[in-house]
């Protein structure tokens, strides 16, 4: 009798057992799923803002333009012409004759100088993508009390977004100079941070006796990895910009340009940057290097090769793959980096393209943190189309590196 | 050929051979080296440097820097509390948020998913890993205030709160806990595992109260480092959080940060030698100085972990 209860107890409690099994895991389970459903919502939320209904407002209507209501694309280009003189003042006219003759302009030229600055069409108000999907009526009876604007449905990234500089007004602003800097910077990053990583990894797991030193540099090295990115900002703001200034600024080299003329340059951003991917392409190089076996060590150095002529011929080669995949992902890190460069005096707006590496400079990131800052919602419309592109960029750059990897790992097999 | 073999003639005399080459090539390597010891040197006497004479000055003094409630350099009241309250608010938030999500996304990846659901699973976080913070930022302010605006009120939720900035630094360090407690995870012996097993316990009494008290130290590790990365985070707090110091324990009004206030400042073209110009230092001499202890101390710990297994 006894011992049939204690089996029921047991039976019972293993019911219990079995079920608190099944929560956990579920709970387990989920926490999971709620990690990737943050990063759904991480990008619809990006999507969403960076399409959706507008309401545009034109300071001409483009009906008043013409005399019998004909549309704007179907004149010709006299008639066109004719449009521009009497609506704009006669020295804006000349103005554009110096920059290029209205007359060899093609007409989709003029059309865009009409709708610039003539119609001049402005953003009131806009809505998101679930706005513009699920609100419909809101939107339209908003469009019912303010007649006089037009309602159009907008992707805030298209071509002209990519292609267009800096502007005030969100609607014409674009991304070229942000990315043109960030393309600068990383150039100079990869310049002065890869040689230094790799002969510094060279060095720690092929030359370095295993002493004091090498563990005190080793653990620097990690310790340099976990200091935050704005350290390093402060770093650079007191090096590069200000005591480096004659070099960084470029008046050492004869740029003396008046509006660049101090250290707050591409040359400054990048070399800032250099230092905060150097841990990790160093750490990155060394698991490189660590993985090789050492009879390639043995059978170069057997054969009467020199340390560095196996290093150079044989482990480096062989290590290549994985140092550049390294390589990539420390320099897509520096893409993304935002705080280091505003400390370091991110310009606050450039329209001019860097032309070398003493220009000023801002990047997409720092487009992306001034943008959202605003309180104005086109402008964030517009932060989410610069998102876009860089998470596109560094999606190019991510992808690269595993495809590269992956083509030669199948090659090299140890 | 033959000439070679003249000159190499034993293993001796190729040892004694002064290759000048190679000993060029091993002084710039060695050089390479010591350019990372010299950038700590560099960080540590830059912010030294600057603090002391931000130190020097007669409107600071020492004993204020650490008791005053005030940040205010417009009346010179340079009281770091406010902006330390901030910045351990939104860390205290960000991990209390990322912990538990972290260590039960890397249990569930180590213990119970399939081969073919962890590789599915690894590199949708790894990518989470990836995005830019600036991106975090701009999703505190489009989505993570907005909601808690909708959920607690627009009367208690200011637009800038340490909450929201919080959450979403919580989501950034998610990935970082969730990898390194899933290697802890993984360096526990599968004969722990299969021990209990054998003794009849249910898959989740093995994970919870075997492989994860066992793996103790490295999740420890794991909060430390995410601590550490979310005490230096910046542009999310520079984004949601607030400009302007404010000493509160509401995590629903806006509080500027350590690292906010440095980009604040430094973001408004800063001219040298100002008081101003010398605080940003100072912080970061402060921020340095937390993040470098928190660090070292989750080496430790993490070292200490592997002797036992190995």
Avoid at chain 1, 288 to 299: E, G, N
Wanted: charged share 15%.
């Amino acid at each position: 009798m006894t011992v049939n209860a204690e089996l029921f107890t047991a039976d019972r409690l293993s019911k219990k057992r079995k079920k608190r099994n099944t929560i956990v895991s579920l709970v387990l389970y989920g926490a999971t799923v709620i990690t990737v459903v943050i990063l759904c919502i991480l990008l619809l939320n990006i999507i969403n803002n960076a399409f959706g209904t507008v309401a545009v407002e034109n300071e001409v209507s483009p009906e008043t333009l013409t005399d019998n209501g004909i549309p704007l694309q179907d004149l010709e280009n006299p008639q066109l012409i004719q449009i521009i003189e009497a609506h704009l003042s006669r020295g804006l006219v000349r103005r554009f004759n110096d920059d290029k003759p209205l007359e060899n302009r093609s007409s989709k030229e003029l059309l865009e100088l009409i709708e610039e600055r003539i119609i001049n069409s402005e953003v009131i108000k806009s809505w998101s993508l679930v706005d513009t999907i699920f609100r419909g009526p809101v939107i339209s009876e908003y469009f019912e009390a303010n007649p006089n604007q037009e309602r159009r449905f907008r992707a805030w990234i298209h071509p002209k977004f990519l292609l267009d500089s800096q502007s005030s007004t969100p609607e014409n602003a674009g991304v070229r100079t942000a990315i043109l800097g960030s393309l600068w910077i990383i150039l100079i990053t990869f310049i002065f941070a890869f040689p230094i990583g790799i002969g510094t990894a060279v060095y720690l797991e092929e030359y370095a006796v295993k002493n004091r030193l090498h563990k005190i540099v080793q653990t620097n090295i990690y310790n340099l990895a976990g200091v935050p990115s704005i350290i390093y900002g402060l770093l650079g703001l007191a090096v590069f910009v200000r005591v480096l200034e004659p070099v960084t600024s470029g008046a050492l080299f004869g740029f003396s340009n008046s509006a660049t003329a101090n250290g707050r340059t591409i040359l400054s951003a990048g070399l800032t940057l250099g230092l905060l991917v150097l841990p990790i392409i160093i750490i990155n190089t060394q698991e490189a290097l660590r993985a090789l076996p050492d009879s390639l060590r043995h059978s170069s150095l057997g054969l009467g090769a020199t340390k560095w002529q196996t290093i150079r011929h044989h482990l480096l080669p062989n290590a290549f793959e994985r140092i550049l995949t390294g390589t990539i992902m420390a320099l897509s890190r520096a893409i993304g980096e935002t705080a280091p460069l505003i400390v370091v005096g991110a310009s606050t707006f450039v329209s001019v393209d860097p032309s070398s590496p003493f220009s000023k400079f801002t990047t997409l990131p720092i487009q992306i943190y001034q943008w959202s800052a605003r309180p104005q919602g086109e402008f964030r419309n517009i932060a989410a189309a610069a998102i876009i592109v860089l998470l596109i960029l560094l999606l190019g750059m991510n992808s690269f590196a595993i495809y590269f990897r992956n083509h030669y790992a199948k090659k090299r097999n140890y | 050929m033959s000439k070679q073999q003249e000159s190499v003639f034993t293993a001796e005399s190729i040892k004694k051979k002064i290759r000048p080459g190679e000993i060029i090539i091993h002084a710039v390597l060695l050089s390479c080296a010591l350019l990372s010891i010299i950038i700590t040197l560099g960080i540590v006497v830059i912010l030294v440097k600057e603090s002391i004479l931000f130190f020097g000055e007669k409107e600071v003094r020492l004993i204020d820097f650490f008791t005053m409630t005030k940040w205010q350099p417009m009346i010179q009241k340079f009281g770091i509390l406010p902006l330390l309250n901030a910045t351990l608010m939104t860390s205290f938030i960000a991990v209390l948020t990322a912990l538990p999500i972290g260590i039960a996304v890397a249990v569930y990846l180590s213990e119970y998913a399939s081969s073919k659901t962890r590789n599915i699973l690894k590199p949708i976080i790894e990518v989470l890993a990836g995005i830019p913070t600036v991106v975090y930022g701009y999703f505190a302010i489009t989505f993570m205030t907005p909601v808690l605006r909708s959920v607690f009120g627009e009367n208690i939720v200011e637009i800038y709160n340490t909450a929201s900035a919080g959450i979403v630094i919580g989501i950034l360090i998610l990935p970082l806990i969730a990898s390194m407690a899933e290697d802890a995870l993984n360096a526990v012996p599968r004969t722990l595992r299969e021990a209990a097993y054998g003794l009849g316990a249910t898959k989740m009494e093995t994970s919870l109260k075997v492989v994860l008290p066992a793996a103790f130290s490295g999740i420890a590790a794991a909060f430390i480092v995410g601590l550490s990365r979310a005490v230096g985070e910046t542009m999310i707090v520079a984004l949601a959080a607030g400009a302007g110091p404010n000493f509160t324990l509401n995590p629903f009004k806006a509080a500027e940060t350590i690292t906010g206030y440095i980009v604040r400042i430094s973001g408004g073209d800063v001219s040298y030698n100002t008081l101003d110009y010398n605080s940003i230092f100072a912080l970061g001499l402060f921020l340095f100085i937390i993040t470098l202890i928190l660090n070292m101390i989750s080496r430790k710990v993490v070292e200490k972990y592997r002797e036992v297994y190995d």
